[in-house]
């Protein structure tokens, strides 16, 4: 029933031409500054992981901030046909975790700007993003990072500055061996009949490519504030433990897998 529609997401019409996105691999590519931190009350995070991902006793957490480019599943010509389709800001705050031995992180709390990537990421991750307005400052001479520079970030929701976060590069980091991660996620779709939810997974997703260029160290400070539908200040840092900045980012993000029917 149906089989003739064609398109990946919803809508899904005879012509296929309404879809917000297609299959994966998706393409990404941009810009990206973390700050790696301790909370200041350990025990939330348990609070804000679903089980059964396991949790540290003192978990490591990342605020990060994108600036990217994405193809949306329809090739790297989209960028040049519909840049504003293509082009978009996030904001993370993922907390530490592992499953079954295999360690990873979990996006508790997720923010972007632009509606097609935050239908992706909701109806086929099961990532949580919500809409935020995200700025992220530019290096005034961005070919020529040097100790000094600052860049900050910014969310704000309904109003309200959620996120404040700044970072100042102090050198660039020796090259190394570059493991993928391992990005966790619980992917709800709630029953219309109001029982139990239709899909409740646990995913594991992650880049299947990463290309980083010269990343930079850095000092960091962050900000996390209450907010009318959020809960970010629960999530607030003990002690800033390191930052970094990478003017240059490219990824793959390709088919994900169900570790688990909750």
């Known amino acids: 029933m149906g089989a003739e529609f064609k398109g990946y997401g ?30 200041a009350d350990p025990a939330e995070a348990r609070r804000q992981v679903i089980p059964p991902l396991e949790i540290p006793e003192n978990p490591l957490c990342r605020a990060r901030f994108y600036e990217l480019n994405m193809d949306a599943g329809y090739g790297d010509e989209l960028a040049v046909r519909n840049p504003p389709q293509s082009r978009f800001f996030e904001a993370v705050i993922a ?17 972007s700007d632009n509606a097609t990537y935050i239908a992706w990421g909701r109806e086929v991750i099961g990532w949580p993003l919500k809409e935020g307005n995200i700025s992220i400052t530019s290096p005034w001479k961005p070919h020529q990072l040097e100790a000094g520079v600052e860049i900050a970030g910014n969310l704000e929701r309904f109003g309200e500055r959620l996120i404040t976060a700044k970072i100042e590069l102090t050198a660039p980091r020796q090259s ?37 260029g010269p990343v930079w160290e850095a000092s960091g400070a962050l900000e996390l504030r209450q907010g009318a539908a959020d809960e970010l200040h629960f999530l607030c840092p003990g002690e800033i433990v390191s930052a970094d900045y990478a003017p240059y980012v490219d990824l793959t993000v390709g088919h994900g897998k169900v570790l688990e029917r909750l």
Not at 95 to 111: F, N, V
Not at 186 to 210: C, F, T, W, Y
């Open 10 to 39: 919803i809508p899904r019409t005879a012509r296929g031409l309404a879809s917000p996105y297609e299959r994966a691999p998706w393409h990404l590519s941009g810009r990206v500054f973390t700050i790696w931190y301790y909370l």
């Open 95 to 111: 907390i530490e975790c592992s499953y079954q031995g295999l360690r990873g992180d979990c996006s508790a709390h997720m923010y």
């Open 176 to 212: 190394g061996a570059l493991s993928l991660p391992n990005w966790f996620s619980h992917k709800l779709i709630p029953s219309i009949e109001g029982s139990e939810p239709d899909v409740n997974q646990l995913i594991l997703a992650g880049p299947s490519r990463m290309d980083i």
